[in-house]
Structures are given as C-alpha cells and as structure tokens.
C-alpha cells in the first residue's frame, strides 16, 4: 500500500518536472534560437543543417545594426516614447483609479466598463481616423502623436489594475489620514502611491512593453529614423532583394535584453503586485 | 476639551434606516462608551460624530458650534481605529508625525509632540521602527499615540481593542483609563465588550437597532436597567429570567412582593413597586450573584454544570419547573453534578419588567434602601 504511494507519488512528481521543462523549453526555444541566428554568419544561416551553436560566431550582425543601419537612433526613440507613455499612463491611471476606488462616485463600474471597452476596438479601425487628425494639427511624424495614441491605448489596462490595487488597500487608511488632516491629492501622493508602489512597478512595466512592442501606430504616423520607433526600424531591415536574418535577430536580442533587465530587476515587486490581494492578509 | 452633543442624529442608507433620532449630551472630559451588539450603530454614531459619515438628519455639536457640515480635520478630533490603520511605508515617528506635518507644524514643535507622546506611550524605542516591526500591542500605541499628538478636543476609539489577545486587551484597557486620567480629555469609546465599557466609562450608552435603550453609569445600568435588552445585555454571566406572575402585595411597612413562577415556586422581596398589581404577569430577572443557597431557600433545582474559575464558581442549576438559573458563588465550593440545592434571592438582584419589557421601577424610598444595604455589603 505504501510502496504503491511512494510509487505513484514519485511518477506524478516526474510527470510534472518533465511538464514543466518543455513549457520553459516551449518558450524560450525561439529566443534561444534569435540569439543562435545573432550570432552565425549569413551563410551558415541558409545552410542545409542549421546549428543551434554558432560556429564560428561573430559579431557582424551587431557591428551591422549599429554602425550601418545606425539602429542606437531607434533605440532612443523607443525609449523617449514608452518611457513618456508608462510615466504618463501612471500619472492619470493613478488619479483616475484612485477617484474610482477611493471616492465617493456615483456608477463607478459603468465608468470602468466605458474605460475597457476603449481597449476593445480593433486597432486598425481607428488608424485611419487618427492619421487625419494627427494630419490636421500638424503631428505627424512627431514623438507627441506616438505618445498621445500609447497612452490611450494603454490607460484602460492602467486604470483597471491599478484600481484592482488600490482596493486591496483597507479603507480605514484613508480614513485614518482624512482625521489626519489630508485632503484627497495629498492622500492619494502620500499616502496611496507609496502603498502601491509593486502595483505601479507592474503597472508600468506592462504599459511600457506594450509602447516598446507597438508597430501598426508607429509606422503609420513616423517616417524616417529621427522619429522611427524599433519595430519600424527593424521592419526596415528588409528590402526588396534580400532578408538580412542575422542582423533582425541581432536587432530582437538587443531590444528584448533591456526589458528582461526591467523584469529581472522588479521581479519581486511583479509577482507581489500581480498576486496582491489574492489572499488575505 | 469640548463637549458634544447629539441632537435628534439619524443615519439612512437608502430606504434602511439604521440610526434613529439618537439624543444625548457628552461633558466637557468625560469618557463615554458606545455599547451594543452587532449592528446596533454605534460605529455609524461615532463616524459621523468624526465626519467620516455624513448625517442624514439631527445635529451634531462639538464645543458649541454644530459640525453636520464640517470636514473631519476642522472638528478638532482624532479617532483609533480598529485595525490601527497605521501607515505601512512610514515608521512610528512619521505615523504620529503626519498630522503634524500636514498642519504646518514647524519640524522642532512637532519632534517635541512626538517624544512627548512616545514617552507617554513607552514607544521611545520605536520611533525608527516600521509598523511590520512591532507587536499587536506597540501597533496599538502608535495609533493612540497617532491621536495624542494632535491634542485633540476629543478622543473617538473605534473598538480598539478587539484585535489583540485577551491578555493584552486587558493591559491596553488599563493604559486607555490610565490616558484618559492623564489627560482628561472628552473621550468615546465604541465596543461591544461589555466589560471593558463597565470599565472605562464613565457614563455607558447602550444602543439596539439604531435607538438609545440607556445612558447611565455603569453601576446605574447594571443595578437600574431600564428594559429587559439592557438588563440581558449587560453582565456576564447574565440575568436569569422566567416568567412569573405577581401573587401578592404587602403595601404598609414592611413592605413586602410575593411573586410566583409558573412552576408554582413562590419568592418573596421586600420591597414594593410602582404600578404593579396582584396577578399581573411579569418578566422576573435575578442577577447570578443575587441567588444565594440556602437550605430554607424557596426555589428548588439540581445542580447540573459546576464551572470553577478560581475565586468564583459558576453553577447552572435546573429547576424543577424547567428553567434554567445560573448561579454565582465566590471561592470554590465543593458542589457536584446533580445534587439538589435551594437558592434564596436577594432583593437588590432581583429586577421586574412588563410585558412590553420596560423596567417595573422599585418605590422610590426602598430604592434609598437597598442602595444602603448594597453599600454596606460593598
């Protein structure tokens, strides 16, 4: 009886392990494979038998991306506009979920559900629309446009985590710091946001992957590298005559290492505001 | 210091009204408790007298000047809360600091305030300490310390206690009484622990359902009740109640009431009532205490839980009509499981109410009576 336990405790436990490892094999395969593909020379890329491990490796691909296509611009671009956005995001999803979770307000889901249903239309309905009023007030090819269409589409999402965060929070806190003296700006600086700071970490980072990933707004409103973003440029890779594989994955791996950075470095902060309040306290 | 006053306050959520039209008046540095159970309002009453709940209808004064419309922080009140509602990312100092520095307080003043207290409160260990640091009972002082500095008219304690062991709730009881001495400020106290209200406050305001059944000091309460909610709800262990009829009334002196249970069982008190007829039906309430054994005594049972706690033993006797009394003796008398035993009543334990369970009052001059016979056994 015990060893038939002992037995199929050992073989659920084995089952799971070799679970768990093709998932993590499953999802970081294709980068393993981009930064394989960075690192091989283009003929060895069209070979008959690819190779997991480049050989010999080089380092072509990155001088390429950084000397002739000059790819540091759209890096910087990248930055200035999800940066702005996430910044931007936190400071209006924060008051706007603070007054949805902490004020008295009358219809406070009827508001939340207008806010989500602003994340539910299909992107490529409203290009058209946005590209002739970006035209009109003379934004095109700007930083602004980029950042005004990131934040709107990123506000929604904001908005309703940081909402979901803040009412984990007792009100009694509010309560207490209202006795205190503090009116509702000071409550929410003071008091609130330094509760929450996991919450906007977790916050910040999902509206600034979502700035730094987005391709359809930036290349429809951007021309050019002074104001192209990183997909754009990567797109850009490409053309007419030939697809330079090596240096797209150089490019991927390059872009990709400063958000696994971010999320290695607020790791602890993801996880606690991803599970805050899923149990009680 | 101030005084406060309630005028006719009631509460509406909606159609449900959950207070109503409370009236009372708190002196300038006396400590009042709000009592009662569950969902009587109390926590409602002291909200609103904070100015966290607004007021549906009435008025509440504080030191003369009606509030109903006055934000919190221009009330000159600090409130306790329950749950503490500490301020997790400030430590002890900037928890009881906070109020000050949102006051303007120059920084030397408010640091003066905040030793001060924490010195009150034996917190000046702490002052660096974050509130995940300490103990239930540290937590607790921060929050009355959080209050203190403000030096606030008033004091309101939101059931402060009833998050800590019980060791510890008496400890914190004795510090709140010993603060309130200290300071001498107006204090209200909301809690549904009937001993820590008998024994803080100095006047007790029992509510159910939104009303106000008594205010009256704790011995008042406990030896006056005013209805059978009152007499049930405070002491522990409670009233013993049946159902009797009244048998006889001896009006000339000595005066003398002769009350029967349904069991047939017939007990006398020496004292007359006012507006009590022969063979009216009462509510006949006898403190635990009250019932004393005695072999000529005229109520009969067995004993059926003997339960000692040290100094007093608690005994649950079954009486031959059916009821069940429970009766309190001081040290720990060797009673066992089913023995017979004959209690006798005394008349300062002994309460009447009618049917509509309001308190059938005693003669006003034997009232004088057993006050001085209670005094001398005191």
């Known amino acids: ?281 | 210091m101030a005084a406060v006053t309630l005028k006719s306050v009631s509460k509406s959520y909606g159609l449900a009204k959950v207070v109503h039209g409370i009236e009372f008046a708190i002196e300038d540095g006396e400590f009042v408790v709000l009592v009662g159970p569950s969902g009587c309002g109390k926590s409602t009453l002291l909200r609103m007298i904070a100015g966290l709940e607004p007021i549906t209808s009435g008025e509440v004064v504080i030191d003369g000047q009606i509030v109903n419309d006055i934000p919190p922080k221009y009330r000159d009140i600090a409130m306790v809360f329950q749950s503490y509602a500490l301020y997790p990312h400030m430590t002890v100092a900037g928890n009881m600091g906070f109020a000050l520095k949102l006051a303007g307080l120059p920084k030397a003043e408010a640091a003066t305030r905040i030793l001060k207290a924490a010195e009150i409160l034996g917190l000046g260990d702490l002052l660096d300490r974050y509130p995940r640091q300490l103990s239930g009972g540290q937590r607790q002082r921060v929050a009355m310390g959080r209050a203190i500095v403000r030096d606030p008219s008033v004091f309101l304690f939101d059931e402060p206690l009833s998050n800590l062991d019980a060791a510890l709730r008496m400890q914190m009881r004795v510090e709140i009484a010993e603060l309130h001495q200290r300071l001498g400020t107006t204090m209200i106290y909301v809690t549904h622990d009937q001993t820590e209200a008998m024994t803080l406050a100095d006047r007790i305001v029992v509510l159910n359902r939104g009303c106000v059944e008594q205010v009256a000091t704790p011995i008042e309460l406990y030896t006056r009740p005013a209805n059978l909610f009152v007499a049930r709800f405070i002491g522990s262990p409670p009233l013993n109640l049946a159902e009797a009829d009244i048998a006889a009334i001896t009006a000339d002196s000595p005066r003398s009431t002769e009350i029967v249970l349904k069991d047939g069982t017939k007990l006398t008190v020496d004292c007359g009532y006012e507006r009590l007829s022969v063979g009216q039906t009462v509510q006949l309430g006898i403190r635990p205490e009250a019932l004393l054994p005695a072999d000529d005594g005229p109520i009969a049972g067995r004993v059926q839980i003997v339960e000692p706690l040290g100094g007093l033993t608690l005994l649950h006797v079954r009486l031959d009509g059916g009821d069940t009394f429970i009766v309190q003796l001081t040290g720990a008398a060797g009673w066992r499981l089913g023995s017979p035993i004959r209690l006798k009543a005394e008349t300062s334990g002994v309460h009447l109410f009618d049917s509509a369970g309001q308190r059938i009052p005693q003669l006003p001059d034997d009232v004088a009576l057993l006050a001085r016979r209670v005094g001398a056994v005191s």
């Open chain 1, 1 to 281: 009886m015990m060893a038939s336990l002992s037995l199929r405790m050992a073989v659920g436990r084995t089952l799971l392990t070799v679970a768990a490892v093709l998932i993590v094999v499953w999802s970081v395969a294709p980068f393993l494979w981009q930064v394989s593909t960075a690192f091989q020379e283009d003929r060895l890329l069209t070979a008959a038998t690819p190779s997991l491990l480049p050989s010999p490796p080089t380092l072509d691909h990155l001088a390429n991306i950084f000397g002739e296509k000059q790819f540091q611009l759209y890096i910087v671009n990248s930055t200035i506009v999800a940066g702005s956005t996430a910044l931007i995001c936190l400071a209006i999803g924060a008051a706007a979920a603070f007054a949805l979770a902490r004020l008295r307000m009358r219809n406070r889901f009827g508001i939340l559900s207008v806010i989500l249903s602003v994340s539910m239309f299909p992107q490529i309905a409203i290009v058209a629309p946005l590209y002739l009023i970006a035209a009109a007030a003379g934004l095109m090819n700007t930083y602004t446009v980029l950042i005004i269409i990131y934040v709107a589409l990123g506000l929604p999402l904001v908005i309703w985590v940081l909402f979901g965060y803040f009412q984990t929070i007792p009100l009694e806190i509010d309560e207490a710091a209202t006795m205190d003296g503090a009116g509702p700006l000071r409550l929410l600086v003071s008091v609130i946001v330094p509760m929450s700071l996991p919450g906007f970490v977790t916050t910040g980072l999902l509206a600034f992957i979502m700035a730094w990933n987005e391709f359809m707004f930036a290349l429809s409103f951007t021309s050019g590298i002074k104001r192209q973003t990183i997909p754009v440029g990567i797109a850009n890779f490409t053309n007419l005559y030939y697809v330079p594989w090596g240096d797209i994955a150089a490019a991927s791996v390059v872009v990709t290492l400063p958000l696994v950075v971010l999320v290695l470095i607020f790791q602890r902060y993801i996880i606690e505001g991803l599970t805050q309040g899923a149990v009680k306290e």
